[in-house]
């Protein structure tokens, strides 16, 4: 069954700090995998993709197949990444295909 | 226009009330969804609508009713709700239900509590 793990349900980190939120999946078949961010009082926003291997307001995600996970890297921590983060999983399953999200990480960058 | 719009943006309904929730995007999106929130758990699935045709049901109780007019608008019909139903709503649209790689846009939600 397809699964998404973020084992962190909250971070706190300093600014300037580097900070990683950890993404874990279980799936069967190729993974396409996303993180989604979710500022206070917005909308839930798509913030990178693997398969654009871009780096987005400085965070950056690599998909390791071995390890089965997707973990989202920044190197200095800025107050506004504060945020609710998501993982999540395109997967197809019962002739369907859809988004699985991870609980979320609540990250905290305090100053 | 590259938002996708819901109204309400907070409904209070009683269980015997009828209401519906409205999603309107204008990107040309041919695939729309609906996600249910609650408080501090990850979104997840509805239904999907791909070119304004239901494509997945994710077992939500009939109490939920969708319906997509056409390609810019969806809507959810509330009818006998229940306290656990209280939730945000959250709408979507993508390019296409099937391409992994389309983004998918999420609306502001709409904020529900049934009494």
């Known amino acids: 069954a397809q699964r998404v793990t973020q084992p962190e349900k909250l971070l706190s980190v300093f600014k300037g700090a580097p900070v990683e939120l950890k993404c874990n999946y279980s799936y069967s078949g190729s993974p396409e995998l996303f993180w989604y961010v979710q500022y206070s009082r917005q909308r839930l926003q798509l913030l990178l993709r693997h398969i654009s291997r871009e780096s987005i307001k400085g965070f950056t995600a690599d998909l390791n197949k071995g390890e089965t996970s997707f973990h989202l890297k920044k190197p200095f921590a800025q107050e506004e990444d504060s945020a609710m983060y998501y993982c999540?999983?395109?997967?197809?399953?019962?002739?369907?295909?859809?988004?699985?999200f991870g609980k979320g990480t609540k990250l905290t960058v305090n100053p | 226009d590259t938002e996708v719009t819901q109204t309400p943006k907070h409904l209070v309904m009683g269980m015997t009330n009828k209401k519906s929730l409205k999603c309107e995007q204008h990107m040309g999106h041919r695939a729309m969804y609906w996600y249910k929130q609650k408080a501090k758990k990850p979104p997840e699935l509805m239904f999907v609508?791909?070119?304004?045709?239901?494509?997945i049901n994710e077992s939500v109780p009939s109490r939920f009713s969708p319906e997509c007019p056409n390609s810019s608008l969806l809507n959810l019909h509330l009818h006998a709700l229940q306290p656990e139903d209280s939730a945000l709503y959250l709408c979507?649209?993508?390019?296409?239900?099937?391409?992994?790689?389309?983004?998918?846009?999420f609306g502001p939600g709409t904020r529900l509590t049934v009494l």
């Open positions: 999540a999983l395109w997967a197809e399953g019962g002739g369907s295909e859809k988004l699985v």
């Open positions: 609508y791909s070119y304004e045709k239901l494509s």
């Open positions: 979507a649209s993508s390019q296409d239900a099937a391409l992994a790689s389309d983004t998918q846009y």
